[in-house]
């Protein structure tokens, strides 16, 4: 992996050992208010969380260069802007299911960044294409695609928005996937980012042991032509089975080895421009999808996260 020669890009990399969850964490509301109540966040999509806070969302849609149409929800604010990409089979909802006093959106959005939040082509939010395109060619893109097209338009449109020459960038998971992707072959985007802060990178997926994702990786030579058959390209669609897997990996801290410290060590070591990197302690016990979803994210994630951006913003700042 080569990421290009700029070195104005400083990747700040937060890790955390991976580590099998031995006292499972059990995730269950006893609160049928929630079930209930049509209002109830459980059933919002992005919009209506931010509308419901107060944070008066708006909704940009941004074309790629290779015509799929792709959501940004933005906090609109005067700050620096902030874009923030969400990992695989999710979406920007990332960014907002802890609620306001410990996602990461809102923490920005009240210290004045101005905040966007990234759909990838074919997620929830983003299905569209400009022509009108059977599936078999809407679904045949991979991450390349995402980190060629999708970020440089993204980006592209932020900065004129903004009329601004930078942006800082916080992904998770695949959210650092595809912006590897970019900086390596669209070089010239390093300079568009004033400081990236990758949370659980990963750049290879081939030690991905992961329940349902490590049966498809190791199978996509059978699945590919039996799914394409059937004509099934969404295996991601929001629904019930997909819910039910989410519940089911969150609920039952599934063992989980996304990648291992080696593996993000071997990344840190590929780069030119770490700024820093932090690994959570073992016993923290920290898993992958806790990164987003737990309720230590704020504290161990989320805190750090702002820290940084702040500490470079203002830093910036008092150079001038
Ligand atoms: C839910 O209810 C069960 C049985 O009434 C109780 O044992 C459990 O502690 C409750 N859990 C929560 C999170 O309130
Ligand atoms: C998918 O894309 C590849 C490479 O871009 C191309 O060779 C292939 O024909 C495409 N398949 C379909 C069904 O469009
Ligand atoms: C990790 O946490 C454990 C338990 O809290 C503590 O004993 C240990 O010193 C910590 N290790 C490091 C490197 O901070």
Known sequence: MNLGNSSLIRSVILIFCFGYVQNRRKIK????????????????????????????????SVVTGDGYVVDLYRIPRNGPP???????????????????????????????????????RGN????????????????????????????????DYILSVRSLGKLYYVGFSQGTTIFFIMCSLRPEYNDKVKHAVMLAPIAL???????????????????????????????????????????????????????LVENV??????????????????SLD????????GSRAKKFVNNPVVNIINNDYYAGLEAV
């Open 265 to 282: 060590e071997f990344i840190r070591r590929k780069l030119p421009n770490v700024a820093g990197y932090i690994v959570f302690n073992k």
């Open 29 to 60: 509301t006893n609160n049928t208010n929630l079930i209930s109540d049509p209002n109830s966040d459980i059933y919002l999509d992005s919009l209506q969380l931010l509308a419901k806070y107060g944070y008066n969302p708006q909704r940009h």
């Open 82 to 120: 902030v874009l923030l990409v969400h990992g695989i089979a999710d979406s920007s909802d990332s960014w907002l299911v802890l609620g306001p006093e410990n996602s990461l959106a809102y923490q920005l959005a009240d210290l004045g960044y101005d905040v966007w939040l990234y759909n990838t």
């Open 205 to 259: 997926i081939n030690n991905i042991k992961y329940p349902f994702i490590d049966i498809l990786t190791k199978n996509l030579h059978l699945l590919v032509p039996l799914f394409n058959n059937l004509g099934i390209y969404d295996v991601y669609a929001n629904n019930h089975l997909l819910n039910l897997y989410h519940a089911k990996v969150c609920r039952d801290g599934v063992p989980e080895k996304v990648h």
């Open 286 to 293: 920290f898993t992958h999808l806790e990164f987003i979803y």
């Open 124 to 155: 929830k939010y983003s299905k569209a294409h400009v022509r009108n395109i059977p599936a078999n060619k809407y679904w045949n893109f991979t991450y390349e695609e995402m980190g060629t097209q999708d970020l440089p338009a993204v980006i």
